[in-house]
């Protein structure tokens, strides 16, 4: 089982922008389809956005379409989440995932490893 680190949260203000970044050790990421999560206090987890293994297709929630931004670097050996237009209801625990599947989906069981989380507090 690999192990995520993500990094990049904080306080924001609402209309502004965060880049989260998720990496490993060890492994290749551009071998795992790559998920984001997020979980709000009172709330279930849910998906946010993914992007596949070897073909790089995406997928987002529909609340965070337009706003959010995934993509990976793999000379970096990492995955970002760039996310703009940030809205009060964004604050949430992020967490990155990871399965060796192809498949394009935003279900967290479709997810083997997982990160600890970085926190996102959008707020004036």
């Known amino acids: 089982q690999l192990q995520l680190v993500e990094s990049g949260g904080g306080l924001v203000q609402p209309g502004g922008s965060l880049r989260l970044s998720c990496t490993a050790t060890g492994v290749t990421l551009d071998s795992y389809t790559i998920g984001w999560f997020r979980q709000a206090p009172g709330k279930e987890r849910e998906g946010v956005s993914c992007i596949s293994r070897s073909d790089d297709r995406t997928s987002y929630l529909h609340s965070v379409k337009g706003r959010f931004t995934i993509s990976r670097d793999n000379a970096k050996n990492t995955v970002y989440l760039q996310m703009d237009s940030l809205k009060p209801e964004d604050t949430a625990i992020y967490y990155c995932?990871?399965?060796?599947?192809?498949?394009?989906?935003?279900?967290?069981?479709?997810?083997?490893?997982w990160g600890q989380g970085t926190q996102v507090t959008v707020s004036s």
């Open positions: 995932a990871a399965t060796p599947q192809s498949w394009l989906l935003l279900s967290a069981m479709a997810y083997d490893s």
